[in-house]
């Protein structure tokens, strides 16, 4: 059994400081499932790459733990190795690295058997009808969005970490795809205890992928949160309506949007 | 240009058959009169060229080299072992032929693989030069001047080699230049595979190369040459193919030595439905200067030209790639492409990246691209959350790189050992 918790995590984008994550707190078990929903530029992403330890990010306060290990500080790719895992919205394209060379890679430098890797990787492609090519090519290289999450999921399988985070996965993908996704993170929760935070900005995942407890994110910080019950209210209301029914004033954190450069100057 | 060494006289004392001997002559009476190029004429732009100082240099003497056809290398010296499975062997020191050998079945189909100085005059005089001749500078004059031998290379019509045939190329005097040449060519509706490997000791050397490539009608040439001399060494190379109706030619070059190494790659696509494609890597470190001049010359109509570049610097090193796309006016409905990427790896590092085309038809297909970059963060980002370490996502995403030109590469057999060149050079950026 294993926890990771976020406690009052508050972040800003490097580029250009905008004060991003305000104070997030979420606490996730092994086999249990999160979903962290939001309105665009709440911060859901930020929190994701946060996480996982991505540059363009800076921590400003809080901690992340995983079974009591603080992770903040960490390299991303010790990060990784500690057992936690981001599928990314947009996997970027990797001309010429192919899954299975990086993939190596991964579990060699944390110290993992790489035996049958070629073995998993050929099982686990046919079990979430991945063609081989996608295999032999370099990963991402004109896949389309839902070969790509179906290639995220895949390695999520193979690398089998502690925690994942689902950065919106549910994005670009048709209905087959999204099943099949759900499907293969579910037996994940449920045979080894696959801890998850599925970001999304839709109800529509939330029916393939049963949450166990649902948190809605605005303005940099979990606002509500609750059981699948909450995502059904959500529905109803959207989030302006939630906003309102919580008083919630700002939904997104108000230096993330750029400044609009056709915006009528006000003179 | 003045010369304390590199006289009429030392040209004619290197030996050999008198045409050739005459030759030289010729060419090392143009020295005194040479202008020797700079930085500021458009070809040597970024090149080093102005540090250039021809009396840090000898040419090799008669004694040195040894006689023509003198089989110093029994069974081709020490390098041979790594040359792979091969039709032929021709190993050149210092610019003279040492050995040669072929395979008897081809010989008897009138295949010729043996010394520029030792080859019947007939059969080899009236080739050499032909190329070369058409896009001269002063190092092809210097090269003509003291031309020593070098391996030829002839495949009658219709013949198909399969097995690459090898020509190793070693430089060790300390001190000296030497003039290495290949000479190609294909006859008719013949196919063949050429690798050139261009090494050397680790000592003070220039390497004034020349390589020839006549690929005839409908011939089919792939040619790989292979630049991995040692950090001291200069080199300057000039290869030219002309390229006749319905021939291919594919070309590629991996370049990885040499203090400034510099390789200036033409093809004229001559006849009808001619086609060629150039390929490259290079990878450049400490202080290593790699530069490129390319051109790809469209002389006649229906002819297809593609170009792929791929270079990585780091540390010091530089690279030059300035490559022109030529389209006669004859040329019309040609295609022709260029392509030129670049990694920069590390601060202090730099490439340029010249494409430019001149275009003279109006009726054809042509685009060049260019870039020149660090690592893109989100691809090292994307690996590293996979649990890859930085030294390995870099190494990773740099030989992914370069991936598509080496499954390209004519001689699959070498790749793997080229890959492991490369990935041995990115090791030591993490050392």
Request: net charge negative; aromatic share 6%; glycine share 10%.
């Amino acid at each position: 059994m294993s926890t990771l918790k976020v406690a009052g995590l508050r972040a800003t984008i490097a580029a250009n400081g905008a004060d991003v994550l305000r104070g997030v707190d979420l606490e996730i078990n092994s086999g249990e499932v999160h979903a962290l929903m939001g309105p665009n530029g709440s911060g859901k992403s930020t929190l994701s790459h946060t996480l996982m330890g991505s540059a363009e990010y800076e921590v400003q306060g809080g901690s992340v733990t995983l079974d009591g290990e603080e992770l903040l500080g960490l390299p991303t790719y010790q990060r990784a190795a500690r057992g936690l895992f981001v599928a990314m919205q947009y996997p970027v394209e990797i001309p010429g690295v192919r899954l299975a060379d990086f993939l190596e890679a991964a579990l060699t430098g944390a110290g993992r058997s790489t035996d049958d890797l070629d073995a998993r990787l050929a099982a686990e492609a046919e079990r979430l009808g991945v063609a081989d090519r996608f295999l032999r090519r370099g990963v991402n290289v004109e896949f389309s969005g839902g070969e790509q999450k179906r290639l995220e999921t895949l390695q999520l399988a193979v690398l089998a970490p502690k925690f994942a985070i689902l950065d919106e996965i549910d994005s670009g993908l048709d209905v087959d795809a999204l099943r099949d996704v759900s499907r293969r993170v579910e037996a994940m929760t449920q045979e080894r205890g696959l801890g998850v935070l599925a970001i999304t900005h839709y109800a529509r995942l939330l029916t393939e992928l049963r949450p166990d407890r649902v948190h809605v994110l605005m303005g940099g910080r979990v606002v509500a949160s609750g059981g699948p019950e909450l995502a059904e209210q959500l529905e109803r209301t959207g989030y302006e309506g939630l906003a309102a029914e919580l008083g919630v004033e700002e939904t997104i954190a108000p230096a993330s949007v750029p400044d609009d450069p056709f915006a009528d100057p006000g003179f | 240009m003045t010369s304390t060494a590199f006289t009429p006289d030392a040209a004619r004392a290197l030996g050999g058959p008198a045409w050739l001997s005459d030759r030289r002559v010729a060419a090392a009476e143009q020295l005194a009169a040479l202008e020797w190029p700079t930085s500021s004429e458009e070809i040597w732009r970024y090149s080093r060229v102005d540090d250039f100082d021809l009396e840090r240099y000898r040419p090799a003497d008669a004694e040195t080299l040894g006689p023509p056809g003198d089989e110093r290398a029994p069974g081709g010296g020490p390098l041979a072992a790594e040359a792979g499975e091969r039709a032929a062997l021709v190993v050149v020191r210092d610019g003279r032929v040492v050995h040669s050998d072929l395979d008897e079945a081809l010989e008897r189909k009138g295949v010729r693989v043996c010394g520029i100085a030792t080859c019947e005059e007939s059969e080899v005089r009236g080739w050499l030069g032909v190329c070369s001749d058409a896009s001269p500078d002063a190092f092809t004059v210097l090269h003509d001047a003291f031309l020593a031998g070098g391996a030829f290379v002839h495949v009658p019509a219709g013949v198909v080699i399969d097995q690459p045939i090898v020509v190793l190329h070693w430089a060790e005097g300390d001190g000296l230049a030497s003039f290495p040449h290949t000479l190609v060519v294909a006859d008719e509706n013949s196919e063949v595979t050429v690798v050139d490997r261009f090494s050397s000791s680790a000592k003070h050397h220039l390497v004034d190369a020349v390589v020839e490539l006549h690929v005839a009608q409908a011939a089919r040439v792939r040619y790989l040459s292979i630049q991995d001399h040692a950090p001291t060494t200069w080199h300057v190379a000039l290869q030219r193919a002309h390229v006749a109706r319905d021939a291919s030619l594919r070309s590629s070059a991996v370049a990885l030595g040499g203090d400034y190494a510099r390789l200036r790659s033409e093809s004229l696509l001559s006849g009808v439905g001619a086609e060629s494609d150039l390929l490259a890597v290079y990878y450049g470190d400490h202080g290593q200067m790699l530069d490129f001049r390319t051109l790809q010359d469209h002389a006649a109509p229906n002819t297809r030209s593609d170009l792929l570049f791929k270079g990585a610097v780091e540390d010091r090193a530089r690279s030059v790639y300035s490559g022109l796309i030529h389209i006669r006016e004859a040329a019309q409905k040609s295609v022709a492409f260029q392509t030129n990427r670049n990694l920069v790896l590390t601060e202090g590092a730099g490439a340029e990246s010249i494409p430019n085309l001149v275009i003279e038809a109006n009726d054809v297909k042509c685009s060049h691209a260019s870039t020149v970059g660090p690592i893109d963060e989100d691809q090292l980002y994307y690996l590293e959350s996979r649990g890859v370490s930085p030294e390995d996502a870099e190494r990773l995403i740099v030989l992914g790189f370069f991936d598509d030109v080496f499954d390209r590469l004519p001689v699959p057999s070498l790749v793997r050992t080229l890959r492991h060149a490369v990935s041995e050079k990115l090791g030591r950026l993490h050392a």
